[in-house]
């Protein structure tokens, strides 16, 4: 496994070559077969890519990511390449565009690898959802990596790119980096483009990185930040040099501890873990603060409310009829769409669009979707006049470390909680960063959170890459 | 012969005397399509006539992944408009989803406004029979996208033209201030000549650039409290919006004279040609599958 800036320097000594390089990946992803952690591979274009990208570097005009190779989660389009999202209902699905954020990265001259595997158009926690086969954890196979953006977080884990987009509903990057041990950004609401992203709730998705340090999610960002004219909902605010940033400095940086996040259904190894890197800021002159966040516990009910009501309107063209799975043998068109999407989602999307519906549904807009909607903005507000006084704001990722495959499964609920310090950044549309924070007794992963102002990755990344090089 | 006349003139006599009891009320929806160069959220054409399915691309298909991207013309056209009708202009406008399913409708829904329309309190002024002038108030003018069409009537499956997909549209809502045929006329000419002079859309109503949906009730006169209404859709010409008002209002106030009740329904497929309202069967399967989002809970089209 290896670093951009190690790739760099053994490409920069003439050792290696991008094809090489991308060879050696693919090598990887073919011994890791099973841990099931991508839905496609494209051994040739990658290759052919990374030929052009060496003579791009013999040229002098190779861009900024030139020797990267990065796996795309399956719920952003890849032109020519088929977008599953993890579901039966796009099996055969071929996207006839790039997203943004995938047009930007190959302009950088990052090779783009293959497609990751997710839970079921990002619904999930553990990767368990997906039509193409639950992923593995690579420290043990019989536990899940997280969710929904478990195979990008497995491909990075074990060296099979060196960093791998995600995207993040209410915690799809940053629980899943948490579980697997390594960094995932979920950027502000509107600062990557989301052109191309399949949609799952649009008032909280949000595309980021995966990779092995703070430094390359940050070169990552520094690509595909930036507005988009393909969406309106990207910001036109600028982009600051994230690398810039990592000045190896907290010293008067005023860190708040949302008291709310260390409670009860937090396992005290992941508490010591999260305190113990807090008392290293401390050390370091950083100005360590309670802070409090009262609506929190409101979080889970209104990120369920909101999420699954967007849900149920965005998945609604997926219906026979256009593209994607039609079932056969319907006599007319209420039956091919009842047996199409019967047929064609999985049990928690189904769940999902049932409950979306419902609180969308005339009588009950008002006592669900539109008290959501209120709630909502009073937990936006608990961030923006705690950050009045704080800088940003640490917590655990996730209140556990792995569990095992098949252990939630059945407990929708359970699975919903292991969310819990990771949606509300979602519901604010603040930046949240997850890095490794040491393991547990068993050796497993741990995740230390970061939360930044609206637009502030700066911060969070140098926070974060102190906490990792200190 | 002599029989016929005889009946004529009788309901002719019956006729005259209920409407000098009755009054109808009637709000008038009219849909313009907007004569933009590209489609409302994407840069397709707008063009007429090509081949079926040839305005297209990843964003009025409906494809994985996309987002609509608001056309400014279509903007600057329902600004024209609503100051042309002294309406009101919102600072601040919110765009909804319509939710329904339907094969011509690729996303699932319907971008529209709800909420908060970005035109709204305005009115125009008709003239009446005696030569006198009144105000018929214009609640909201709103933006909205059009479906595509299916096409049932070839001897196959249906089929789906998308082309017309995402055309920009302009909602006028007008007051129920409209109380004979001859002002429902009268105001559709006024708007006809308002779209025309802006060149925002050109007026024809035979092919549908202008539509008309009416919502229509009666009363005993004097009564300030509103009858059962019902609406008609698709209409396709002047003409025939006032000849279906004046069938649709005799057929209410014969039910009430009879002792029946006026059912709240859609009354469909009032063309030029069979100059008969049908009411058909609500289109449950369509229907019942409405849901809203962005707050937006209305029978569909």
């Given at each position: 496994?290896?670093t951009?800036?190690?790739?760099?320097?053994?490409?920069?000594?003439?050792?290696?070559?991008c094809?090489?390089?991308?060879?050696?990946?693919?090598?990887?992803?073919?011994?890791g077969?099973?841990l099931?952690?991508?839905l496609?591979?494209?051994?040739?274009?990658s290759?052919?890519?990374?030929?052009?990208?060496?003579?791009?570097?013999?040229?002098?005009?190779?861009?900024?990511?030139?020797?990267?190779?990065?796996?795309?989660?399956?719920?952003?389009?890849?032109?020519d390449?088929?977008?599953t999202c993890?579901?039966?209902?796009?099996?055969?699905?071929?996207?006839?565009?790039?997203a943004?954020?995938?047009?930007?990265?190959?302009q950088?001259?990052?090779?783009?690898?293959?497609?990751?595997?997710?839970?079921?158009?990002?619904?999930?926690?553990s990767?368990?959802n997906s039509?193409?086969?639950?992923?593995?954890?690579?420290?043990?196979?019989?536990?899940?990596?997280?969710?929904?953006?478990?195979?990008s977080?497995?491909a990075?884990?074990?060296g099979?790119?060196?960093t791998?987009?995600?995207?993040?509903?209410?915690?799809s990057?940053?629980?899943?980096?948490?579980?697997?041990?390594?960094?995932?950004?979920?950027p502000?609401?509107?600062?990557v483009?989301?052109?191309?992203?399949?949609?799952?709730?649009?008032?909280?998705?949000?595309?980021?990185?995966?990779?092995?340090?703070?430094?390359?999610?940050?070169?990552?960002?520094?690509?595909?930040?930036?507005?988009?004219e393909?969406?309106?909902?990207?910001?036109?605010?600028?982009?600051?040099?994230y690398?810039?940033?990592?000045?190896?400095?907290?010293?008067?940086?005023?860190?708040?501890?949302?008291?709310?996040?260390f409670?009860?259904?937090?396992e005290?190894?992941?508490?010591?873990?999260v305190?113990?890197?807090?008392?290293?800021?401390?050390?370091?002159g950083?100005?360590?603060?309670?802070v409090?966040?009262?609506?929190?516990?409101?979080?889970?009910a209104?990120y369920?409310?909101l999420?699954?009501?967007e849900?149920?309107?965005?998945?609604?063209?997926?219906?026979?009829?256009?593209?994607?799975?039609?079932?056969?043998?319907?006599?007319?068109?209420?039956?091919?769409?009842?047996?199409?999407?019967?047929?064609?989602?999985?049990?928690?999307?189904?769940?999902r669009?049932?409950?979306?519906t419902?609180?969308?549904?005339?009588?009950?807009y008002d006592?669900?979707?539109?008290?959501?909607?209120?709630?909502?903005?009073?937990?936006?507000?608990?961030?923006?006049?705690?950050?009045?006084?704080?800088?940003?704001?640490i917590?655990?990722?996730?209140?556990?470390t792995?569990?095992?495959?098949?252990?939630?499964?059945?407990?929708p609920?359970?699975?919903?909680l292991?969310?819990?310090?990771?949606?509300?950044?979602?519901?604010a549309?603040?930046?949240?960063?997850?890095?490794?924070?040491?393991?547990?007794?068993?050796g497993?992963?741990?995740?230390?959170?970061?939360?930044?102002?609206?637009?502030?990755?700066?911060?969070?990344?140098?926070?974060?890459?102190?906490?990792?090089?200190? | 012969?002599?029989v016929?006349?005889?009946?004529?003139?009788?309901l002719?006599l019956?006729?005259?005397?209920?409407?000098?009891?009755?009054?109808?009320?009637?709000?008038?929806?009219v849909?313009?399509?907007?004569?933009t160069d590209?489609?409302a959220?994407?840069s397709?054409?707008?063009k007429?006539?090509?081949?079926?399915?040839?305005?297209?691309?990843?964003?009025c298909?409906?494809m994985?992944?996309v987002?609509?991207?608001?056309?400014?013309?279509?903007?600057?056209?329902?600004?024209?408009?609503?100051?042309?009708?002294?309406?009101?202009v919102a600072?601040r406008?919110?765009?909804?989803?319509?939710?329904?399913?339907?094969p011509?409708?690729?996303k699932?829904?319907?971008?529209?406004?709800?909420e908060?329309?970005?035109?709204?309190?305005?009115?125009?002024e008709?003239?009446?029979?005696?030569g006198?002038?009144?105000?018929?108030?214009i609640?909201?003018?709103?933006?909205?996208?059009?479906?595509?069409?299916?096409?049932?009537?070839?001897?196959?499956?249906?089929?789906?033209?998308?082309?017309?997909?995402?055309?920009p549209?302009?909602?006028?809502?007008?007051?129920?201030?409209?109380?004979?045929?001859?002002?429902?006329?009268?105001?559709?000419?006024?708007?006809?000549?308002?779209?025309?002079?802006?060149?925002?859309?050109?007026g024809?109503?035979?092919e549908?650039?202008?539509?008309?949906?009416?919502?229509?009730?009666?009363?005993?006169?004097?009564?300030?409290?509103?009858?059962?209404?019902t609406?008609?859709?698709?209409?396709?010409?002047?003409?025939?919006?006032?000849?279906?008002?004046?069938?649709?209002?005799?057929?209410?106030?014969?039910l009430?004279?009879?002792?029946?009740?006026?059912?709240?329904?859609i009354?469909?497929?009032?063309?030029?040609?069979?100059?008969?309202?049908?009411?058909l069967?609500?289109r449950?399967?369509?229907?019942?599958?409405?849901?809203?989002?962005?707050?937006?809970?209305?029978a569909?089209r």
């Amino acid at each position: 496994m290896k670093t951009f800036d190690s790739i760099r320097a053994e490409l920069d000594s003439g050792k290696t070559s991008c094809e090489k390089i991308t060879q050696e990946y693919l090598g990887v992803i073919e011994q890791g077969k099973r841990l099931n952690a991508f839905l496609a591979v494209f051994p040739e274009q990658s290759l052919e890519q990374a030929r052009t990208v060496d003579k791009k570097r013999s040229a002098g005009t190779a861009g900024p990511l030139a020797g990267m190779v990065v796996s795309i989660k399956d719920v952003i389009c890849v032109k020519d390449a088929r977008v599953t999202c993890g579901s039966k209902i796009l099996e055969h699905f071929v996207s006839p565009y790039d997203a943004t954020v995938v047009s930007r990265l190959k302009q950088a001259d990052a090779v783009i690898i293959g497609k990751t595997n997710m839970d079921e158009f990002a619904m999930g926690s553990s990767t368990e959802n997906s039509a193409y086969g639950r992923v593995k954890l690579p420290q043990d196979e019989s536990r899940v990596p997280g969710g929904s953006s478990g195979g990008s977080a497995v491909a990075v884990r074990a060296g099979m790119s060196t960093t791998a987009l995600g995207s993040d509903t209410g915690g799809s990057i940053r629980q899943p980096a948490s579980f697997t041990g390594v960094v995932g950004l979920k950027p502000t609401y509107g600062r990557v483009s989301r052109y191309g992203l399949v949609a799952f709730a649009s008032s909280f998705d949000a595309i980021g990185p995966l990779a092995l340090s703070t430094k390359d999610a940050a070169r990552v960002l520094g690509v595909i930040a930036g507005h988009d004219e393909h969406d309106s909902t990207s910001a036109e605010v600028p982009v600051p040099n994230y690398l810039g940033a990592l000045t190896k400095d907290v010293k008067g940086l005023r860190v708040g501890i949302p008291k709310e996040y260390f409670g009860s259904g937090l396992e005290a190894e992941v508490r010591d873990a999260v305190e113990k890197k807090i008392d290293v800021l401390r050390k370091h002159g950083a100005i360590i603060q309670e802070v409090s966040l009262p609506h929190s516990e409101y979080t889970i009910a209104t990120y369920y409310i909101l999420a699954t009501a967007e849900a149920s309107s965005n998945l609604a063209r997926y219906d026979g009829a256009r593209y994607g799975y039609r079932a056969k043998g319907a006599n007319d068109l209420m039956e091919m769409y009842v047996q199409s999407r019967s047929q064609g989602f999985g049990a928690e999307v189904k769940r999902r669009i049932m409950l979306g519906t419902y609180v969308l549904s005339s009588g009950y807009y008002d006592a669900y979707y539109r008290k959501g909607q209120k709630v909502r903005r009073l937990i936006q507000d608990d961030f923006i006049s705690a950050f009045k006084n704080v800088d940003c704001l640490i917590t655990p990722t996730s209140p556990s470390t792995s569990f095992k495959a098949g252990e939630k499964v059945d407990d929708p609920l359970q699975m919903y909680l292991s969310d819990i310090f990771t949606t509300s950044a979602n519901l604010a549309g603040i930046p949240g960063i997850s890095i490794p924070c040491g393991n547990d007794r068993q050796g497993l992963p741990i995740g230390l959170q970061i939360l930044g102002k609206h637009f502030d990755e700066a911060t969070i990344f140098r926070v974060a890459d102190f906490l990792e090089t200190t | 012969m002599t029989v016929t006349l005889k009946v004529t003139v009788i309901l002719n006599l019956k006729l005259m005397s209920w409407n000098e009891r009755y009054e109808a009320v009637i709000g008038l929806e009219v849909h313009a399509q907007l004569l933009t160069d590209s489609k409302a959220f994407c840069s397709c054409s707008t063009k007429f006539g090509n081949e079926p399915n040839s305005n297209v691309c990843p964003v009025c298909l409906g494809m994985p992944g996309v987002l609509p991207v608001l056309n400014k013309n279509l903007v600057e056209f329902i600004l024209k408009m609503g100051l042309a009708t002294h309406c009101t202009v919102a600072p601040r406008s919110i765009f909804a989803r319509k939710n329904y399913f339907y094969p011509d409708l690729p996303k699932g829904y319907q971008i529209s406004q709800y909420e908060e329309p970005i035109c709204a309190n305005g009115y125009v002024e008709i003239e009446l029979q005696d030569g006198s002038r009144k105000k018929i108030g214009i609640t909201r003018i709103h933006m909205e996208e059009d479906a595509g069409k299916s096409i049932h009537d070839l001897d196959v499956d249906t089929l789906v033209d998308v082309n017309r997909c995402g055309v920009p549209l302009i909602e006028i809502v007008s007051e129920p201030d409209i109380r004979t045929p001859h002002e429902a006329y009268q105001y559709l000419y006024q708007m006809k000549q308002i779209v025309t002079y802006l060149g925002i859309c050109d007026g024809n109503m035979e092919e549908g650039s202008l539509r008309c949906d009416a919502n229509i009730s009666v009363r005993l006169k004097g009564e300030t409290a509103l009858g059962t209404k019902t609406e008609v859709k698709n209409m396709n010409s002047f003409r025939f919006v006032e000849k279906a008002l004046e069938f649709e209002i005799n057929r209410q106030i014969a039910l009430i004279e009879d002792g029946g009740k006026v059912v709240r329904n859609i009354i469909m497929g009032f063309r030029a040609r069979n100059r008969r309202a049908n009411a058909l069967q609500r289109r449950s399967a369509r229907l019942s599958l409405l849901s809203r989002s962005g707050s937006r809970a209305r029978a569909c089209r």
